[in-house]
């Protein structure tokens, strides 16, 4: 059973840290403005806006350090996650996450905390948020960052996107896992690897080349995570990179190639992404995904 | 009598039930490699075209050179077939891959270029006939996808080398290397023992070491991970190398194969060349390649080198993979040598 972490109340803390890339202060202002006049206290990291000279927002140890003790300690009810980037890899094992399971909270981000949301789920059992990070405030409180605020004080969420041509139609009930195909790709044969058997996955991806892509999906496919899915959620695939003889195809067609011999329910261009449009969606908890060709909801239990 | 009949009938039908219910290839890891027959002149080798295109005309270099050594060539269906970037529909690849596997004429199988292609076709290929006639499948960068899924799933050894994209279309104006490398490709076929020698690199972590060979290109087998062809790496001596990537995502990779236990037991470790994609500015990852390797290594206690001529480059000189090699490296000299 999957533990869902208490939802947040008025005057609880949020922790915000940098756990991979760097990230100046500035960036992540307009988001501790907006969870602070929603009523959230906010405890911001060292490693946000660190004097890191290099890619990441601190040394390996000082990221893990503070990322470890806003794990620990018991009056930070959620952390978020400034950015991505790259970097949650080279910790993730160094990480105890002893009290967190007494304690849980809500670990929030996408892109490269993908490695958080597939290592929580599987080696700690315990649902996250995979929602936008701290810059994605600064243009003001749209659906997107309502749904984050939704997300974490437990509104059930009910989202819906428009249909797409290559949509499969279906309904399915399971519990949701996903996050940024790449990272996915990668934790393959790792202990933080998903297992994705009668889930709904989603995915979503950046600045990736075609033919990559479609290794991943044949990766993912090959290590048995597409053939026994309750639902696939595919969503935006942003600043895809071709290669000088082109590929001949779009991500989508990719994908829908390569799930063609599967009956589970599918649908494309959802919200979810490296983009503005990037609903808040909750790592192992329960939603109902229904498919048809004009419209797509889904729908937490 | 009686009992001795029932029991030599019983244990090949229980081996075989035993690895249906492991799930995997019937075939143990643990087993030596079988090494497909070397080759002597007047032999065939077949061209074909697993994964990117390429057309008639720029295998003629490699067509010489291989006539040169006394191959007779067979070029497959796939030369000079374009569907986009593939040489070929998946259908027409697996077609004429599969044709060559199963060819008793044919006695090696030389991917014309790597690109990308072969995890597309490689389920789709039957090595029935194959496995009972091994044969050296040649290439690298996506024909790593063939070393590591013949090393795991049926124990037979391959060649890691240039392929005919690489052949100098005038030998006598080749450097040196150039020509040295491609006359690897010979030496390996007609079944010379390997020995390359090549320059310490101050980084290197000094040792000696016996084991099978096994490797290729470090993107490719990441994206193998959790699948069928996934490498097995223990007591075996790893080789990687890659090109295009950024320092991030080499690192990410190393990852990979230290969290999916890929380095933990290996006799040695060799890293070929690396062609690394200039960090944009503002994302200086700050991390050397040799310090990403060595800080995954740092308790292990086996070699590891640097600067090994493999790779996307021009000394990228033959390697057999799955068979038993010595590595050494020292202070003052590294070898690789087939055992």
Redesign the interface.
Known sequence: MIKIPPYLKKGDMIGITCPA?YMIAAKAQACIKTLQSWGFEVMVGKTLGSRS????SATDEDRRDELQAMLDDKNIHAILCGRG??GV??II?QLDFTKFKKNPKWIIGFSDITVLHAHLFTKIKTASLHAPMASAFKTGQDEFILSWKNAITGKKARYSCAGHPFNKTGTATAELVGGNLSLL?????????INTKNKILFIEDIGEQI??T???L??LK????LDKLAGLIVGRFTDVQD?E?????TVYEVIREIITEYDYPVCFDFPVSHEKENYALKVGVNYTLKISKTKTLLTEL | MKRKDFLTSIIPLAASMNAVANGKAAVSPDQPTTIPPYLKKGDTVGICCPA??ITAEDIQPALLKLNEWGFNIKAGDTIGKK???YGGTDEERVKDFQQMLDDKTIKAILCARGG?GA??II?RLDFKKFKYNPKWIIGFSDATVFHSHLNQNYRIASIHSKMCNSFPSDWSKAEPMQQETIESINKCLKGEKMKYLFTPNEKNKTGLASGELVGGNLKTL?????????IQTTDKILFVEDTGEYL??I???F??LK??GKLEKLKGLIIGGFKIKK?DAG????KTLEEIVLEKVTEYNYPVCFDFPVGHQKNNFALKCGVLHTLGIFLNECRLTEA
């Open positions: 890339g000279k290099n890619y990441f980037g790259y890899g080279r094992d790709a990668h934790l393959t044969g790792t202990p933080s690897d033919y990559n479609d290794r991943m044949y990766q090959r290590s048995g995570k290669t003889r082109p590929f001949g195809k | 990117g295109y569907d986009f970037t990308y995890v597309r389920d990441e994206s193998l991970a959790g699948s069928k062809s996934d991030y995502s690192d990410r990779m990852w990979n969290r999916s960090d994302e200086e990852f700050g």
